[in-house]
């Protein structure tokens, strides 16, 4: 793949979750979970942009992105696809990162360790660190060309598909001769959860951002926590993730 690609990271938000409402806006360390989301993820050296909704309720996400500074697109609530589709196409993207901002501790130079393999290896290539995992939910990323995710858009009919983005991109049944690559880390964290969809894991979040400054921290300092204090992973390791 050519080293002059534009590569952005798009990031979804919205505030109508239906476990947590207004989750993103909720604040610890005096910052939102959103800002704390797009601080670490700026760290990757690549520009972030939001993708959320024309949904009035989402005029607060606007006004945050507008305060601050973040470019952001608006679109379809349902058609997560499409909304993310016209936001690469907007900001003239080649390379897309996609991410969600309910990870308000995502590792910025990990996304950016994933881009750089990513930009070493054919165009139809499709990378992440989250189909095979072995890091905690919460540094979950994609990362593949704008080409694929415009073959997704056009022909990907599914309402799964519409509504996670990447399941045609990397389906070979579909997205013919697609390079999928996992990335991983040595020693499996995957049992770890530092992603936020309930009350639970606000509690553990807000903690490890207020007392243990894991929002000044990397992807291994992080999981280092984790390993060395087991009380912390006991406060969410109930909660099921919902399926894909």
Sequence with gaps: MQTNQRVGIITQART??????????????NKTVLEHHIDRLKLSGHPVFVATTTNQTDDLIVELCEKKGIPYHRGSEHDVLSRFYDCAKKFELDVVVRVTSDCPLIDGELVKSGIEKMLAMPENTYLSNCIERTYPRG???????????KK?????????????VTPFVRNPEKNT??????????????????????KDDWTLIKKMIEELHAD??????????LDNDKSLNLINSHIEQKKV
């Design 152 to 164: 997704a858009y056009e022909e990907g009919t599914e309402p799964f598909e519409r509504e996670h």
């Design 16 to 29: 109508t979750s239906s476990r947590l409402p207004k989750k993103v806006l909720l604040e610890a360390g």
């Design 216 to 225: 000044k921290k990397n992807a291994d300092a992080i999981i280092e926590l």
């Design 139 to 149: 540094f979950d990323f994609e990362v593949f060309s704008f080409s694929a995710l």
């Design 177 to 198: 001769g697609v390079n999928i690559v996992h990335l991983k880390r040595d020693k499996d964290a995957s049992a770890y959860r530092l992603t936020l969809d309930e």
